[in-house]
């Protein structure tokens, strides 16, 4: 048994050395699904971008512009 065992072991050993002997040569190029994949998260991050964008510049707007209430109060008093 136990020669057996080892037979098909050197045999199993013997038969994946070729494996590791490739040239590699195999295509380098990259494929049109490449591109696609890219492009599809090109369109995900630009469509996340847009409302952030709007966001931010309504942020900064809110920030630095008085709001309508504070401008009238001032106004009146300096009219009064």
């Not at 490739?22 to 490449?34: I, W």
């Not at 994949?37 to 709007?54: R, T």
Request: charged share 15%; hydrophobic share 55%; proline share 4%.
């Amino acid at each position: 048994m136990k020669t057996t065992a080892k037979n098909a072991l050197l045999a199993f050993i013997g038969s994946i050395s070729t494996a590791f002997a490739a040239n590699g040569a195999e295509k380098t190029e990259p494929s049109l699904l490449l591109y696609l994949f890219l492009g599809f998260g090109a369109l995900i991050i630009v469509f996340q971008a847009i409302p952030g964008i709007m966001l931010f510049f309504s942020m900064l707007k809110g920030i630095f512009i008085a709001p309508k209430e504070q401008v009238l109060a001032k106004k009146s008093d300096k009219t009064s």
